[in-house]
Each structure stands twice: as C-alpha cells, then as structure tokens.
C-alpha cells in the first residue's frame, strides 16, 4: 500500500508529539525521595589525632611544666597576645571553661606578648578568675612553642589535646561559641571515659 | 594583579645564587607529591604541565621542567629572567610594546607590558568572555599565566633567606641569613615601633632617622612578604593534620596564614627550608638525602599511603608521551595500508596490519596506564573520548579487517583513527591529558555503563562513514562490483551495531539524568544531538529496509555519519548550555565548521560520481 508523504509526516508529527508529552510527564513525577532530602551526616568518631610534642614551659608563678605533665587531663592549649584583640575577646570563655570543667581540664595560654609587663597588665585585669590550679600563663618570648613547634603565624589560635596527649581539634581564630567548646570537651570526657 | 607589583618588589629582597641545577640529582624531587587540580600526582608532572601553560612547551633549551619548577621555588630571582613566556599574536605583541623576534619572553621582559596593560584588565574581565576579540583573549591569558608563575615563585617567599638590612638593634637578635619565619617574630614589635614613629614624626619619610627609616622598611617588607603570601594556593605540598584525607592538601603560604600549621607540617615546612638551602649552596650530597626525606616523611603525614608506583607510571607517562607514537604507528598504518590496497607490488599488506597491531597494543596500554592513575574509565573529557573512541575504530576494523578479510576495513579504520588523534590535542591544549573529572561525572558506574556505550557507538559510527567513503571511492572510480557488494554489506552491519550502542546509551543517559539531576529528559543540547544520531541511523535503516534509499545513497547517507557525530560528539559544546556543560571547550566552531564543509563536498563529489558510474553501467 502506497501512502501519500502527509500521512508519513503526519505519523511522524504524532511520534514526536508523544514523545514530548511523555518527557513531560516524566518531568512532573516527584523525583525520590533521597534527591530531596539529604541524609543527616552521620556523627563520627574520634579520629586518633597525632600526638602533641612535649614542650616545657615556665607559667607566670615562675615555676616550669611540660606538657608531659598533664597527661591524663584535657589540654586547651590557646596561643594569645595581649595585642591581639580576638584573644582578649575569646579569652574569659577559655577561662569559664577550666573552671566548670576544673578536675578534667587543664588551660595551658602561651602568650606572644613583647614583655611580661605587658602580658601581666592585661591578666591583672582578670583579677582572682585565673588564680586556679588548672589555669597556667606562660610568656613564649623567643616564640620557639609558637611559631617554630606550632607554626602558629596568625593568633588566636587553639589545639584541644585529649587525655592521652593526641591532638584533637584545631580552633583557628575567636569566631567560635561557647557551646560548641562544652561539646568538644563532653566529646573528650567521653572517649576518656571509653578508654581502657 | 596589584600581587605582580609586588613581586618585584619581593624578588629584589632575596639573596641571589649562582645556578645549581645541573650539579643536583632530581630523581627523588620529581616524585614529591602534591595536590593539583583536585588530585594527587608528582611534581615532574605539575612542572610539565605550568611549563606547557606558559611556554607551550614542556622543557626549555636547556632545562628541564623539573629543574625550571625548581628554580622557581627556591631561586625566584634566577628564575624571572629565564625566557618562558609564549605569546603567538604578534598584534598584541606590537600592540604592548614587546619585542617580535622572540619565541619566548622571560617575566622581567614582559613586566613593562603587563605594567602597561593593567588598568585595561578589569574592563576585559567585565566582559563576556564571547565577546573578547582574539587580542583581548591572549592578554587576559597572558596575564593568568604571570600571575601563575608569580604564584610559583613566592611559594616558598617565606623560606627563602632575605636580603633586607635589619635595624641596627635587632641585628643582635637575628643573626646571620634570615627568612619570613624568623622575621615574623619581631613584627609587632617592630609595628608597635612604627605606629610611635609616625605618631611623633608622621608619615613622611624625609623627617626619620636613619634607624627609623630602617624600622619603616623592615615593618613593609614583611607586610610586602605576607601580601604575596595571600590565596597562594598552587603548589599543595604540605598534607592536611587537622582535617580528613579528603580534604585538599595544603600550600606553605595556606598553612602559615590560613591558621593551618601545626607541629607536623612545621617539621615538613624545615625539610622544605633545608632543601631550598641545599639547592641553594648547590649541595649535592644534602639535597639527594633530603628530597629523599621529604618524600618519606609527605607519605608519613598523608593520612592514606600515597601509591608511588602510580607517581612513577604518571611520570613515565609523561616523559614517553605515548600519544604521538601512537598517532604515528596508526598515520604509518594507513600510508602503507593503502599503497598496499592500491598498489599491491610495492607494499606487502603485512605491514599496515603490524603497524595497526603494535599501535593498538600501545593504545590499549596508555588507556590501561590512564585508568590506573585517574582511576576511573577513560572518558571523562573530550580529549579523552577522542582517545577512546580512536581505539575503538582502529581494533574494531582490525577485527573485522582479520575477519572478513577486507584490507579495506583496516584501511577505514586507521584512517578514522588517525584523523581522530589529530584532532586530539585541539582538545587538550594545557597539555594535562590527566584530569580529573568533572563533579557531575562523579560516578564510575555510570561514566562505564553510559559514555562507554555512546563512545563506542561514535567508534562504530565513523568506523562505518570511513568505509562508506571508500566504497564510494570504489563504486565510483573503480571497476570492482564484488567489492562494492561485500563493502555494503559490512557497513549495514556496522551501522547496526552503531544504532545497537547509540540508542542504548542515550537510554542510559537518561536513566543516569533521572537518578542525577530528576529528569529523564530534559532536551539539552548533548541530548538531542544523542538522539539525532540514532535517529539518523534509523532513518537510513528504515529506508534502506523498505527498499526507499538505494544503496548508493545509503552508503552517503552513512558516510554523512561523520557529519552527525562531529556535531553531536563536539557541536553542541559550542552552544555552550545545559547540563552537560563539563564538555565545552573554546575554540573548535572553526575546525568544525571546516571539517563539516570539506566532509559535504568529498560526500557529494564521491556520491555524485558513484551514481555517474550507476547510469553509464545501466
């Protein structure tokens, strides 16, 4: 049977009509669900962290630690200068956390002040808040803990260091909550308390 | 842009050196590992690859690119007047003031221009990149690549000894050479010392001491070094401590300023300082071990093992650019294979079968060698499906070619092959064949089970529009009807097999559209040139079938193939929209247009003749 070329065309008008509305179709169906909603992030472990390097260091009393000595305890180790204003602005927070956490956590804040005078002036100010057992200043004049151990260039920095001495978190500047702090520590009491 | 000003500036503070390249064993320092452009890979292959961006090339007279990388780390003021710079307008060239008897221009010579031509830069960065004409392009371009080589010199700024005359009371405290780290840790004091002076004096200079006036300069040039420091990302060489493996590596400069530092990478970054001074005291012996320490110690802090061996075949990769042997065994391969078709008593047709033999064997093992370094299938860029579908043609006619025995299949084949290489490094100008892929490609099921499919289907494609050509050759200047009938015969097969794999992967396609983006179909440029293609061979089919489309004009038909998949395979890049816009690359809409032209008139020519030949023989 001979067809003319309309009805050719017209049959393949109609193809292509129905193929169009079928995409159309396919567009309009709700797409799965995994494509809309993005799974909640699983909450992770602690990864082991490399460990810290020992460094001593000779606190505002004038006596003399390592960092060796405080195995055992978690270590918020805060690299500070007076004139730096986001260390001034974090640094009541650190010191309201060594003192709810006060058996468990140990603030060790190595300053990279010019002089102790300077230093001092701006912890007089804080008053009796940081005469505690587990609060320990220490003045890095050479900066050898600063910047050659911790390569430490832009302040404030912090390290959390878990109870067996391991790195644990990096705190880069003073933009940070309080929160966030207390939950980091929970997070270090718990794995303490997992640990054999 | 303003960093290109000081450059200069910083390159004035470093201590220059005699040049130490030639003394020094660079084995172990071309496998260093670093992050680039989203992967791993070792820096003999970054240095190939920045050197080919600048220079178009990846040695120079009379260095190496491992040896040029080096000099630029640790002896940048060398290095900016080492002639590296490719610049083919000569417009521009006149235009800006360079000279036109250069091949290549080192940064010093080209730093008047780049002066000159600054303020002009965020005007052509205002504008749409289609609408730059060709000298506006190659200035942008130019001026990329100075800000990728001042990137590549400061790397290291902060390592480097100084040259700076410190204040005379400092002297005592930093004693001998020193470098940024050293400086760093009298900069607030130093500031603290300024912010006096200029409260007391102000800030002109003419009313300071000559201490003071040591002080200024000393407090600016740390502020000069920290500025060049900046978003200086390049060369990733320090793994990440404080976040996970999948994170990017790190460059000196991310990790002084970026607050990245830690005990671990400042033990790296003082292996890296050693060895900018052993490369600087030309110390042989000092630099093999401590390169060799290096590497040791990246794999040490890099949270997962680094696979060296997989460094070593990237190298190697690199070095013996298997592309251009296998272009020349298949280019070899056609030559002989159609003196041996046409003139038989010159060439035995042994020949082009082992060149096409020993080509596909070398190609198989570049891919083979691609997908162990990349890991995953080797079709991720155009570039590489250029690779892959040349390997296809030239083993499926090779195949055949054994299998029917018809000379004229493995003729097809080579000749697709090697017009296909060709086109390949059009479509990979920076050299690095090595990328990674594309996020929206992400996914090696998919990328194997779809673009494998629709590549292959390319393959089968032009493996049948060759053999159309030569059948239409054959038919119209030969007398050889058996040959004609045996070649229509192979090219219907081919082009079932071609419909077989371009309508399976275009469904693919869009069943990994509907699990990617929620559509199965969006009529996107890529997808519709997808679609003509099996349209087209289902046309041809379907008249061929019913007897409506004679043989000849079958055979045409086929032949115009070529046609369909250069648009489809490269035109629709060019319309630079949809989703598939990973594809895109500039620049071809010349080539493809001429391509498509001379394709139409050898068509038509061949058809025309092949009919005149039909009526005289009726």
């Not at chain 1, 505690?132 to 404030?156: G, S, V």
């Not at chain 2, 080209?110 to 506006?136: G, Q």
């Not at chain 2, 840790?185 to 800030?203: D, F, M, V, Y």
């Amino acid at each position: 049977m001979h067809k003319s070329p309309l009805v050719n065309f017209v049959l393949l008008a109609c193809i292509a009509a129905a193929a169009y509305f079928f995409t159309l179709y396919l567009d309009t169906r709700t797409p799965p669900i995994d494509i809309i909603i993005q799974p909640e992030a699983p909450i992770e472990d602690i990864e082991k962290g490399q460990e810290a390097p020992n460094f001593t260091f000779t606190d505002t009393n004038g006596k003399t630690h390592a960092l060796r000595d405080f195995k055992g305890k978690i270590i918020i180790l805060n690299f500070w200068a007076s004139w730096c204003p986001p260390c001034i602005k974090e640094f009541p927070h650190f010191i309201t956390a060594a003192k709810e956490f006060e058996n468990d956590v140990v603030f060790i804040g190595i300053s990279s002040d010019l002089n102790t005078e300077s230093m001092n002036k701006f912890l007089d100010r804080l008053g009796a808040d940081i005469k505690k057992q587990n609060i320990l200043i220490a003045l890095d004049e050479d900066q050898n803990i600063t910047k050659n151990l911790f390569q430490t260039y832009r302040l404030p920095e912090t390290v959390l260091i878990d109870v067996n001495q391991h790195m644990h978190t990096k705190i880069i500047g003073a933009d940070w909550d309080y929160a966030a702090l207390q939950k980091q520590i929970r997070t270090l009491q718990k794995s303490r308390d997992k640990t054999p | 842009m303003r960093l290109l000003a000081v450059l200069l500036t910083l390159l004035m503070c470093f201590s220059g050196l005699a040049r130490a390249e030639e003394t020094l064993d660079m084995s172990a320092f071309k496998n260093i590992p670093l992050q680039h452009q989203g992967r791993l890979k070792p820096l003999d292959s970054f240095a190939k690859l920045t050197l080919k961006q600048l220079s178009g090339q990846t040695s120079l007279k009379d260095l190496s690119a491992t040896n040029w990388l080096a000099l630029n780390l640790f002896d940048p003021q060398s290095a900016a007047q080492i002639p590296v710079f490719k610049i083919s307008n000569d417009t521009l060239k006149k235009k800006i003031g360079l000279p036109d008897n250069k091949t290549l221009l080192s940064f010093n010579e080209l730093k008047p221009a780049l002066d000159k031509t600054r303020e002009d830069l965020s005007a052509l960065l205002a504008k749409d990149e289609k609408n730059l004409d060709p000298n506006e392009r190659e200035l942008l371009r130019l001026h990329e690549n100075a800000a990728t080589l001042t990137m590549l010199m400061r790397s290291f700024s902060a390592l480097l000894p100084l040259n700076i005359e410190l204040p005379q009371r400092y002297q005592k405290q930093i004693e001998g050479q020193f470098t940024f780290t050293e400086l760093s840790k009298i900069e607030q004091q130093l500031q603290e010392e300024l912010n006096t002076i200029i409260a007391t004096k102000g800030r002109d200079p003419a009313a300071y001491s000559p201490e003071e006036l040591s002080i200024a300069k000393t407090a600016f040039h740390i502020q000069m070094l920290r500025a060049g420091g900046e978003n200086n990302n390049l060369l990733r060489v320090i793994p990440s401590t404080w976040k996970d493996a999948k994170e990017p590596w790190l460059s000196p400069w991310e990790v002084l300023l970026g607050g990245e530092g830690s005990p671990a990478s400042a033990f790296l970054l003082s292996q890296w300082a050693d060895l900018a001074k052993a490369y600087r005291d030309a110390d042989a012996q000092s630099w093999r071990i401590i390169t060799a320490e290096i590497l040791d110690e990246t794999q040490i802090q890099s949270q997962h093992p680094l696979n060296t061996k997989k460094f070593e075949l990237e190298r190697i990769y690199t070095n013996t650019a298997p592309y251009l042997w296998i272009l020349a065994f298949y280019g070899l391969g056609f030559l002989t294979a159609a003196l041996s078709i046409f003139k038989p008593d010159i060439i035995s047709n042994k020949i082009p079968a082992f060149l096409a033999l020993s080509g596909i064997m070398l190609h198989t093992v570049t891919l083979g060698a691609r997908i162990y370094i990349l890991a995953r299938p080797p079709v991720g860029t155009l570039y590489e499906s250029v690779l892959f579908v040349s390997l296809i043609c030239v083993s499926a006619a090779a195949i055949t070619a054994i299998h029917r025995k018809n000379a004229i299949l493995l003729l097809a084949g080579l000749a697709a092959g090697t017009g296909l290489l060709l086109t390949a490094p059009a479509l990979a100008p920076e050299a690095d064949s090595l990328e990674v892929l594309a996020a929206v490609l992400n996914t090696n099921f998919w990328l194997t089970v779809h673009v494998l499919c629709i590549t292959a289907g390319y393959g089968a494609c032009i493996l049948g529009a060759g053999l159309a050509h030569a059948a239409l050759f054959i038919r119209g200047f030969k007398n050889t009807p058996v040959l004609w009938l045996k070649l229509q015969q192979n090219i219907y097969h081919l082009s079932l097999i071609a419909l077989l794999l371009s309508a399976a992967g275009t469904a693919l396609g869009g069943i990994w559209a509907d699990q990617s983006w929620g559509r199965f179909w969006g009529w996107d440029p890529k997808e519709n040139g997808a679609l003509l293609i099996v349209l087209w061979l289902l046309w041809t089919q379907h008249g061929r079938a019913a007897n409506k489309i004679k043989p000849a004009t079958f055979t045409a038909l086929i032949a115009a193939l070529n046609i369909i998949v250069a648009l489809s395979w490269f035109g629709v890049n060019l319309l630079s929209v949809g989703l598939h816009s990973y594809g895109f690359t500039a620049g071809l809409a010349g080539g493809l247009f001429a391509f498509c032209a001379a394709e139409l008139i050898l068509i038509t020519t061949l058809y025309l003749a092949a009919k005149k030949k039909e009526l005289s023989r009726a």
